[in-house]
């Protein structure tokens, strides 16, 4: 997988971001082993909640980097998961976009205003929070001063895009959820095993940077 310095990388992802998504067969790969029977008995008569995360792609070295935020531990499903910032649509979200930034302020202290969005990635169901994840992809041409929230977020990684496309990073684990033993593919990133939804969303995300 070519990666390019930061300005070409930039051009070349906007632009393969207008093709047609891979979705589902992208998100399938990544996938635990559990998906499908959630998907299969999902209660279709319960309204499911809108969701905006950023993946935020900024310079280090003139290469492309992302980050991601460690959330902390609570009794809930996303507890101590590696996730890219995000987070629920509120009443003061004009769009999912709005959404996206907001939270990524929130989390992370980025400015909105210096962050060009430049597309999007295919919508995510969530069955263990009943959420549609919809991930926004943009870019802001420095290197942040990451700023994390206290109560959201334990801990910011950045990492190279270069690295996240290796895939020597990519393995497999049995992670327990919710009663049972299921088996999870994840990315090792920087030791954190990145799993689940966030990376279903890499792996879409990555087959879209490698188009030709």
Do not use: C
């Amino acid at each position: 997988m070519p990666i390019f310095m930061f300005k070409k990388f930039i051009e070349t992802l906007e632009e393969n971001l207008k093709k047609k998504l891979p979705g589902i067969s992208a998100h399938k790969k990544m996938s635990p082993s559990n998906r499908n029977s959630q998907l299969k008995f999902l209660n279709k008569d319960v309204n499911t909640v809108d969701s905006g995360i950023l993946i935020l792609i900024f310079p280090i070295n003139n290469l492309p980097h992302t980050v991601f935020i460690k959330r902390p531990e609570y009794n809930g499903p996303h507890s101590g998961q590696i996730s890219f910032p995000g987070g629920k649509i509120e009443n003061i979200d004009n769009n999912i976009t709005e959404t996206a930034l907001r939270e990524a302020q929130e989390e992370i202290g980025i400015k909105p205003n210096d962050v060009k969005i430049i597309g999007q990635l295919s919508k995510l169901y969530i069955p263990v929070s009943n959420i549609n994840v919809f991930p926004k992809v943009g870019y802001i041409s420095y290197k942040p001063n990451f700023i994390p929230d206290k109560q959201e977020v334990t801990e910011i990684i950045p990492f190279s895009i270069k690295e996240l496309s290796n895939k020597n990073i990519i393995d497999t684990e049995q992670v327990s959820l919710q009663g049972r033993i299921i088996d999870a593919p994840f990315y090792n990133v920087n030791g954190h095993h990145v799993w689940g939804a966030t990376a279903m969303i890499i792996n879409e995300f990555l087959e879209i940077v490698d188009r030709r």
